[in-house]
C-alpha cells in the first residue's frame, strides 16, 4: 500500500484555494478533468489549480488527487479541503482523473484508462483505511452517509451543482472491486510490467514526460519520483527509452 502523505514520493501541489477542514473526511469524490487522455498531465491541472482565478477563467477548483496514466499527484492534504463538488466540499477528498466524463465504456478499458484508473483506486483506498470509510458507491449522495461517489452523485442527490462527471460510463463496479481488493489483497502481485509508459530522463533538466503537447521540465524542488510511486504498487521501474529528437527539443524550448 502506498503513502500518499509521504512528501518525499508524492510532493505536494497544493491548490490556491483550500481551507481548514471542520471534521474529519468520509466521502472520497471522483471526478474527470475533462482534458484529453495525456500521460503526465495530472502535474499540469495540479499546477493550474494553483493559478489565480484571473488566469484560469474565473475558476477556483483544487483537489487532493490528481492522476493520469503514468503519475499520481498530491494536491490538498486531508485536513485541507477544497472547492470541488457543491455541497460536499467540508467532508470529501477529491480525486481528479485526467480524461473526459463522454468516454464510452470500451474508452474506459483503454490501456491509459486502465492505468489512471488503477491509481485512483489506489489512492482511494489508502483513504479509505485511514479514514475508515467504506469501499462503496455511494449513489447519490444526499449529505449522509459514507463511501465512494462521484461528482454526478452530489449534484443528484443534493441538488447542488451542474457538473455530471465521471459521466455515465465510468466503469463503478470494476472501479470500486479494484479498490476493496487493494484493502484486503486476494494474493501478493508479482512485479507488473507496464509498457505503454513513455518517458525518458536526461542528467541536465531531470524527468519529462511524452505526451500531447509540449514537456514541462522540472524544477529540481519538483521533480516526483515515478520509480518510488511505481515501486509502492508492484510496478517495476519505468524505462528509459529513446524518445524523438522533436521531444528533445521541445523540453529544450527551441
Ligand atoms: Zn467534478
Known amino acids: 500500500m502506498i503513502d500518499f502523505d509521504n512528501p518525499k514520493v508524492y510532493p505536494p501541489i497544493p491548490p490556491l484555494n483550500q ?8 466521502v472520497i469524490v471522483i471526478h474527470t478533468t ?34 493520469d496514466s503514468l503519475a499520481t499527484i498530491r494536491g490538498a492534504y486531508d485536513n485541507m479541503y477544497t472547492w470541488n463538488s457543491k455541497g460536499a466540499n467540508l467532508e470529501s477528498l477529491h480525486i481528479e482523473i485526467v480524461g473526459r466524463a463522454a468516454q464510452t465504456l470500451e474508452e474506459w478499458n483503454d490501456a491509459y484508462s486502465f492505468h489512471a484508473l488503477d491509481k485512483a483506486a489506489i489512492v482511494a483506498a489508502f483513504w479509505c483505511q485511514k479514514h475508515g ?3 462503496t458507491h455511494l449513489s447519490p449522495y444526499d449529505g449522509s452517509g459514507t463511501g465512494i461517489c462521484g461528482h454526478a ?3 443528484a442527490g443534493t441538488g447542488q ?8 460510463n465510468f466503469p463503478w463496479t470494476t ?15 508479482p512485479e507488473k510490467e507496464d509498457p505503454e509508459m513513455e518517458y525518458w530522463k536526461t542528467e541536465t533538466q531531470g524527468t519529462f514526460l511524452v505526451g500531447a503537447g509540449s514537456p514541462i521540465p522540472y524544477t529540481a524542488d519538483e ?7 511505481r515501486k509502492a504498487v ?21
Open 19 to 26: 481551507f481548514v477542514r471542520p471534521a474529519r473526511p468520509r
Open 223 to 229: 521533480r516526483v519520483d515515478y520509480d518510488a510511486q
Open 161 to 168: 451543482g451542474s457538473h455530471t462527471d465521471p459521466g455515465p
Open 153 to 155: 452523485d452530489v449534484t
Open 133 to 135: 470509510i467504506p469501499a
Open 234 to 254: 508492484g510496478f517495476a521501474p519505468i524505462r528509459t527509452i529513446k524518445v524523438p529528437d522533436r521531444w528533445v527539443e521541445a523540453a529544450k524550448g527551441k
Open 175 to 189: 472501479f470500486i472491486r479494484r479498490v476493496q481488493e487493494l484493502i484486503e489483497p486476494p494474493v501478493q502481485q
Open 34 to 67: 475533462e482534458n484529453s487522455e495525456t500521460s503526465g498531465m495530472a502535474r499540469n491541472v495540479a499546477k493550474w489549480c494553483q493559478l489565480p482565478p484571473n488566469k484560469r477563467g474565473g475558476a477556483v477548483s483544487g483537489s487532493h488527487a490528481y492522476v
